[in-house]
Every structure is written in structure tokens, then in C-alpha cells.
């Protein structure tokens, strides 16, 4: 998700148009988890959690970066 203000947030605000006000963002890192599980549920779902930081994530020893911009602009 975003953190500069363009999703909504207790720290956010939008213009009188309802526009999102760039900028007043949140001072939260991201992450994502994969997760693994059995479609017939006879197991336990198995979770493996994957922080992001500084526009790039780590998992399994291999380095996901960004290859667009926070408007879908290439880098």
C-alpha cells in the first residue's frame, strides 16, 4: 500500500474536492507474507512473513525491487 497519502489514514487528509493530499504520509514499512496452505485444509496453514524496505522485499534469498514508480511510471 501506499504511505505517501494517497490511501486513506488516521494521519491523512483530502482536498475540498475529496482528492487525497500527497505528502502526509504514514511512517509505517511494508511487508507482505506468503502463505502456504493445503485446499482441503487437513493442514496447518504455513506463513512466512516478507518485509519491504527502501522499495525493495527479500525472500527466500532472492531481492524483489520495484520496477515502476508509486503512479505506475517505469524507473
Keep these: 500500500m501506499r ?3 494517497a490511501v486513506p ?3 491523512t487528509g483530502s482536498t475540498i474536492n475529496g482528492d487525497p493530499v500527497l505528502g502526509k504520509g504514514e511512517k ?3 511487508g507482505v507474507s506468503v502463505v ?3 485446499q482441503a485444509g487437513s493442514t496447518v496453514p504455513y506463513i512466512e512473513h516478507v518485509s519491504i ?3 525493495r ?3 527466500r534469498g532472492r ?3 520495484a520496477s515502476v514508480d508509486v503512479d505506475g511510471h517505469p524507473l
Excluded: H, K, L, R
Design 28 to 30: 509505517w514499512e511494508q
Design 63 to 65: 531481492v524483489y525491487e
Design 53 to 55: 524496505f527502501g522499495g
Design 36 to 38: 502456504f496452505y493445503d
Design 57 to 59: 522485499a527479500v525472500w
Design 3 to 5: 504511505v505517501d497519502g
Design 9 to 11: 489514514s488516521a494521519s
